[in-house]
Nanobody, 126 residues
Framework: QVQLIQSGGGSVQSGGSLKLSCVVS????????MAWFRQRPGKEREGVAA???????NYADSVKGRFVISQDKAKNTLDLQMNKVKPENKAMYYC????????????????????WGQGTQVTVSS
């Protein structure tokens, strides 16, 4: 069983930076795609950033140029560096992992990623 344990998050001022981290319980990086999702109040869950198994990275248009997803395979971690944070970035953020090729594949299949972190709240103050 794969477990994803999240840390980081909290409150940040608009325009500031915040880092979210996700530790994976066992080595999966080469065999799984990984991603960050978020759910804003009153909205459906959406993808924020993803790394597929081939090493390609994708970002939601709204965070391109501001957020960076990164993996440290030696430490079994997946991070999301959030820069120039905006009030609309307030949400519950989740890391996720799936053994399929990419999160795009998962989405096309109409299923959820197989493994999820517990979620971490990000609040943005103006």
């Amino acid at each position: 069983q794969v477990q994803l344990i999240q840390s980081g998050g909290g409150s940040v001022q608009s325009g500031g930076s915040l880092k979210l981290s996700c530790v994976v319980s066992r080595y999966i990086h080469n065999g799984y795609c990984m991603a960050w999702f978020r759910q804003r109040p009153g909205k459906e869950r959406e993808g924020v950033a993803a790394n597929d198994k081939d090493g390609l990275t994708n970002y939601a248009d709204s965070v391109k140029g501001r957020f960076v997803i990164s993996q440290d395979k030696a430490k079994n971690t997946l991070d999301l560096q959030m820069n120039k944070v905006k009030p609309e970035n307030k949400a519950m953020y989740y890391c996720a992992a799936d053994p399929r090729t990419s999160m795009s594949t998962v989405q096309r299949l109409g299923v959820d990623p197989m493994f999820w972190g517990q979620g971490t709240q990000v609040t943005v103050s103006s």
